[in-house]
């Protein structure tokens, strides 16, 4: 069987990949039909609900447990790597996120600064507590279901 055949047939690539793909689509969709505009950015970009990082995680960790045993070695590695993620999603990008919009304030406050930014700061990077918790869920569900 080629290495090709092998990646294609194996559940935790596909499933995992396919999961993230399916949850930014819908987040592009959901952009659209709510606010009635295209943004590419969420398809490729990080933030909104629900969390795909945290999905992809979860289910990554299910699929190894069911595939490996819950008392697997693997199985341990794929949950602390996923509460690892879950935590950065909601906490440290989070909270560079909300630093991310006060700056770009500062910046656009006339007289405030004289530093001339010709980007302003991505916003949306981390998650809420309630986004990572519905993220890891789907996560969960999808891999206890495939």
């Known amino acids: 069987m080629s290495i090709f055949n092998e990646i294609i047939n194996n559940k ?56 490996m045993g819950f008392d697997s070695t693997m199985f341990a590695l794929a949950l602390t790597f996923a509460g690892v993620v879950m935590y950065d999603a909601a906490g440290v990008r989070r909270a560079a996120g909300k630093q991310a919009r006060i700056l770009n304030k500062l910046i656009s406050t006339p007289g405030l600064t004289k530093e001339e930014v010709n980007e302003k700061l991505t916003e949306a990077l981390g998650h809420t507590p309630f986004q990572v918790f519905v993220g890891a869920l789907i996560g969960v569900l999808v891999g206890a279901i495939i």
């Open 12 to 67: 935790c690539i596909v499933v995992p990949f396919c999961l993230w793909i399916i949850i930014q689509v819908y987040k592009f969709l959901y952009e659209l039909v709510v606010n009635k505009k295209i943004n590419f950015k969420r398809l490729f970009g990080a933030g909104g609900m629900p969390s795909s990082h945290s999905a992809v995680v979860c289910s990554e960790a299910v699929l190894i447990g069911r595939a």
